[in-house]
T-cell receptor, first 114, second 113 residues
Framework: DVKVTQSSRYLVKRTGEKVFLECVQDMDHENMFWYRQDPGLGLRLIYFSYDVKMKEKGDIPEGYSVSREKKERFSLILESASTNQTSMYLC?????????????FGQGTRLTVV | KNQVEQSPQSLIILEGKNCTLQCNYTVSPFSNLRWYKQDTGRGPVSLTIMTFSENTKSNGRYTATLDADTKQSSLHITASQLSDSASYICVVSARAAGNKLTFGGGTRVLVKP
């Protein structure tokens, strides 16, 4: 079974704090993604990575950065947390292929910035 | 711009009844389409995945269809159960760097006894 594990289910942080969200996958997948999910807006792509040290901006990268030093780990960083970054954050991994490119999701991290 | 539209936004059905969810997309070039089920407070879990050449796929009581010509998909839930209460998300993948995913807004299904 593919496992995508996010380091925390729930986090509460203060405005201005630096926040790290960690994601680890155990299937040697090349692609990894960070999304945020908000009511009425669905899932929106923040950043994705298709190889170690490679990253690309998604649709809403402002206020976020990422790190992929090892293939199995993809970190999302909030440099200075703000209340509008309160959201559910979902990590996904995927092995790109010609046919079956299913993405597997972590359980999500619900971040509250106060 | 790649888009995925789902309808209805929400749906209430009685236990044991069937329902059909719709997904229209404009993603190009198309790679595949998946339906995910997301329970409240959890990450999405894959139900089905279909490529261009597949027009129907089943997973238990869930049956997905794909019409690549009209760029439409549907997810049919047969004999609904209380555990089917969840959000159902249609996701389309484009054949491009990173196989970027485009998500629909989801359909929230509530099954009542």
């Amino acid at each position: 079974d593919v496992k995508v594990t996010q380091s925390s289910r729930y986090l509460v942080k203060r405005t201005g704090e630096k926040v790290f969200l960690e994601c680890v996958q155990d299937m040697d997948h090349e692609n990894m993604f960070w999304y945020r999910q908000d009511p009425g807006l669905g899932l929106r792509l923040i950043y994705f990575s298709y190889d170690v040290k490679m990253k690309e901006k998604g649709d809403i990268p402002e206020g976020y950065s990422v790190s992929r030093e090892k293939k199995e780990r993809f970190s999302l960083i909030l440099e200075s947390a703000s209340t509008n970054q309160t959201s559910m954050y979902l990590c996904a991994s995927q092995n790109p292929g010609l046919r079956n490119t299913e993405a597997f999701f972590g359980q999500g991290t619900r971040l509250t910035v106060v | 711009k790649n888009q995925v539209e789902q309808s209805p936004q929400s749906l209430i059905i009685l236990e044991g009844k069937n329902c059909t969810l719709q997904c229209n997309y404009t993603v190009s070039p198309f790679s595949n389409l998946r339906w995910y089920k997301q329970d409240t407070g959890r990450g999405p879990v894959s139900l089905t995945i279909m490529t261009f050449s597949e027009n129907t796929k089943s997973n238990g009581r869930y049956t997905a269809t794909l019409d690549a010509d009209t760029k439409q998909s549907s997810l049919h839930i047969t004999a609904s159960q209380l555990s089917d209460s969840a959000s159902y998300i249609c996701v389309v993948s484009a054949r491009a760097a990173g196989n970027k995913l485009t998500f629909g807004g989801g359909t929230r299904v509530l099954v009542k006894p």
